[in-house]
């Protein structure tokens, strides 16, 4: 079609204008809604999620797209796009300016573009296969820390899973035997603070692939390590995933291949 923008830049522009959009719901407060017992959905989830989905369908309609909020379309091309519109959802509706719109693109089961904007930061990381990651149209790369004990890293916890997530444990485990263990709330800033360093290592249970599409290529296009929580090759459908900078990769496995075996190196302290 004339005029349509390549991957990358349409990621960029429609991930802009969808930021703007929530933005502007961020200033003004929006409710919540409950999707389940403490997974929370706006209105500027729906809005964010149909203005993207438009422009994706106006530019390139005949990609597939999986979207979180469930607007997306599955045709059976070779190229499909992962959507999240509003990565943080609990962040935005208590008014903690952490939150995120991402999407990532991918050809044949491999991400090939990948954007994650965070609006109250006007910070926009972007990654295109082969060509680097980059913020706000700099290059940049992952940290340099080599050992857990001097690493920041960072995790998460699902909203619709809690009850069956055993995450709060490596949290324990890892807080104990590194500089700290941050809970962002958004996945998709986790990873692209990974991809440039701000944290040395990422990871999480039970993410969708919308959350991570984007942080992934950004990770790895960053010369960063990704991987299950167990070493293995990341697909879409695994359960675990492991954003390093790749220096801590093998002693970060280590650990939790203990920590998968029930060996706590620290218990639970008496308060004293
Ligand atoms: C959530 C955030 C959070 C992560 C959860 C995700 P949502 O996404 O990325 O940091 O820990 O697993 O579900 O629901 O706000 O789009
Ligand atoms: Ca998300
Ligand atoms: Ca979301």
Request: glycine share 10%.
């Amino acid at each position: 079609m004339p005029g349509t923008p390549s991957y990358p830049d349409a990621a960029i522009e429609i991930s802009l204008a969808a930021g703007n959009l929530l933005r502007y719901h961020f200033e003004n407060r929006v409710g919540f809604e409950l999707k389940s017992e403490f997974d929370l959905v706006t209105e500027a989830d729906r809005a964010s999620e149909k203005l993207i989905i438009e422009r994706l369908r106006r530019y390139f309609p005949t990609h597939s797209i999986q979207a979180e909020e469930g607007g997306g379309q599955e045709i059976g091309s070779e190229y499909r796009w992962y959507v999240d519109p509003l990565d943080g959802t609990t962040n935005f509706a208590h008014g903690y300016p952490a939150w995120s719109v991402t999407m990532g693109l991918e050809k044949n089961g491999e991400m090939i573009a990948g954007v994650v904007f965070d609006p109250t930061r006007n910070e926009l990381f972007a990654a295109e296969k082969g060509a680097g990651a980059y913020l706000n149209g700099n290059r940049v790369h992952v940290s340099r820390v080599e050992t857990l004990a001097a690493s920041l890293s960072c995790t998460g916890f699902p909203n619709d899973s809690r009850k069956t997530n055993p995450n709060i444990h490596f949290y324990y485990q890892m807080a104990m035997e590194t500089h700290g263990v941050r809970r962002g709330g958004s996945a998709a800033i986790d990873m692209a603070y990974t991809a440039c360093g701000r944290l040395d290592a990422f990871w999480e249970i039970g993410l969708k692939p919308w959350d991570l599409a984007a942080g992934k290529l950004l990770v790895t296009e960053a010369g960063g390590a990704f991987s299950d929580m167990h070493g293995g090759a990341h697909s879409m459908k695994s359960p675990t995933m492991l954003a390093d900078n790749g220096l801590v990769h093998e002693e970060l496995l280590a650990r939790f291949a203990a920590i998968f075996r029930g060996e706590l190196r620290h218990p639970m302290p008496e308060i004293r």
